[in-house]
């Protein structure tokens, strides 16, 4: 059996959800849950909404303009019923 790559053909990029060079206790965080990211890191990135919901309240003192994204992200995957948010990371 064969793993097959697929083109992608249109992404849509949105807003800003966070930086990976500014915001290290979110990437150290997401780190723990097997998610690959570096400061040096471009690609596609799959978190589930509960692990953010987690970070946000095992950190209740970061920055409010990320608390207020990162719940807004929430909010938009919940609303279309996704488990998960895909970022674009470059």
Known sequence: ????????????????????SQDEN????LKQYGNNIDFDWTD??????????EFLSK???IE?????SLNED???AKEKGNEFIQYYCY
Not at 64 to 68: A, C, G, Q, R, Y
């Open 1 to 20: 059996m064969s793993i097959r790559a697929h083109r992608i053909e249109c992404i849509e990029i949105k807003k800003t959800s966070f930086s990976l």
């Open 44 to 53: 596609i990135i799959e978190v589930p909404v509960n692990i953010l919901e």
């Open 74 to 76: 929430i909010l938009w």
């Open 59 to 61: 950190n209740p003192s």
């Open 64 to 68: 409010d303009s990320l608390k207020e």
């Open 26 to 29: 979110l990437v150290n965080f």
